[in-house]
């Protein structure tokens, strides 16, 4: 292979090199993070149950016999493909096929953003986009597709219309926004809040009254019927599975966690802005550390999780590995607390309305990184806003971006298939 082809063609070359990486994965069934493929099984069991018996399943789905915390409409869709299919592994490669066309959404949207003005080489944006080929949690939530990776799709559509309409104001990418986010929303919960930070933006920017009233009505419209399944026929599906593993809203319990796992996949971005080797302790972030104090101090005496339901993330699980205790990870909390609002200050409101959000689409009580990985990574080159300048897309921030990854790919390879109990 010559030299000319590789600078000509890199771009396509990392891209084939991650895509049949994870076909190779379908193949093998790779499990990398262990628990998606159990979870696949138990989804597919339940999508069977509306095969023969679809009404009464949707309208009793708290009854059904596996009983998931996944949405019914998940549920339908993989029952509707499996009667066009029939075919368990047909019906899960063509979910894999689609899903994987996250990174090409993705690579839209980076286009739209930094595309020419803060980086001239589309090319660049095209790798960036395939980091999440080597997330293990999109890997192992395609491969063994989950309902988060499908309504991911379907938010970045969303999100694609949304920067198309801040570049070209018109109302139908305003419409296709509300339509697409209803759409992830319908498929995984959680991304219904984003609707929230949409409906601040657009009713802010948008200068027309009858525009507004026509986004209000859209939006109860495309919510009246989840509106009317949760609350008048009181099908909570969102509170079963595992016995004590439901909702839990005393997120101070659990908010220390939640934010070592946003840390965690922010680190890219901290390298990127030298914040590790920055000198903190100057007068200048004199007031963020005495913010910093308090905050730590309620996280610390709130915090009560328990690693034996499972999550908690790498720091969690690290701090109980080295010292069999949560000490450690008790005195990185206000390193967490730190560097988040550091990050917060770029941009007060519109980050610090985006992580909120984040925080309060975990309401149960287990917090895994399947639920920030890579919809962090995405975020933080999207609606996240901390400054991003041409610099970033030099070869040493790309290099690392991949290391990282491929370093948290293979933690999670070899704690499931190298450790020995």
């Known amino acids: 292979m010559s030299n000319d082809f590789v600078k000509k063609n890199y771009h396509i070359i990392i891209y084939t090199i991650c895509y049949l990486s994870l076909l190779i994965g379908f193949i093998l069934g790779e499990n990398v993070t262990s628990g998606p493929k159990r979870d696949f099984l138990h989804t597919w069991n339940g999508a069977m149950e509306f095969n023969n018996n679809f009404l009464p399943s949707l309208l009793n789905f708290e009854n059904i016999q596996h009983q998931t915390r996944i949405s019914p409409i998940y549920l339908i869709l993989i029952s509707s493909l499996n009667d066009i299919f029939k075919s368990f592994d047909l019906t899960r490669f063509f979910l894999f096929l689609i899903i994987s066309l996250s990174q090409i959404v993705y690579y839209k949207i980076l286009k739209l953003i930094y595309y020419p003005n803060i980086s001239k080489e589309r090319k660049v944006l095209f790798i960036l986009s395939c980091v999440i080929f080597i997330s293990p949690s999109f890997r192992a939530n395609i491969i063994w597709p989950e309902s988060a990776m499908l309504g991911l799709l379907f938010f970045l559509i969303g999100l694609y219309f949304f920067l198309k309409n801040r570049l070209h104001v018109k109302q139908k990418y305003i419409y296709f926004n509300i339509f697409f986010i209803a759409l992830a ?65 005393n997120y101070l319990n659990k908010i220390s966690v939640i934010l070592s796992i946003i840390f965690f996949h922010l680190i890219p971005i901290l390298f990127y802005k030298n914040f590790f080797i920055e000198r903190y302790f100057f007068k200048k972030n004199l007031k963020l550390l005495l913010i910093t104090i308090p905050i730590s101090y309620v996280f610390f005496i709130y915090f009560n999780y328990d690693l034996e339901i499972t999550g908690g993330g790498i720091f969690l699980h690290l701090s109980d590995f080295i010292f069999k205790n949560y000490y450690m990870f008790s005195l990185m909390i206000p390193f967490f607390v730190f560097f988040l609002l550091k990050l917060c200050e770029i941009d007060l409101k519109k980050n610090f309305l985006i992580l909120l959000i984040i925080i309060i689409s975990i309401p149960q009580f287990t917090v895994y990184h399947k639920y920030f990985d890579p919809l962090i990574l995405i975020l933080s080159f999207t609606l996240l806003n901390f400054d991003i300048t041409k610099e970033f897309f030099k070869k040493r921030n790309i290099i690392f971006l991949f290391s990282f990854y491929g370093l948290y790919y293979l933690i999670n390879f070899s704690n499931n298939y190298l450790s020995i109990s």
């Open 185 to 249: 929303a319908y498929i995984r919960p959680s991304f219904a809040l984003f609707s929230i930070f949409f409906f601040i933006y657009f009713s802010l920017k948008v200068k027309c009254i009858k525009t507004i009233i026509s986004i209000v009505i859209l939006n109860l419209i495309l919510a009246a019927p989840a509106l009317y399944y949760v609350f008048i026929l009181e099908v909570h599906f969102f509170n079963l599975g595992v016995k004590n593993v439901g909702l839990n809203l």
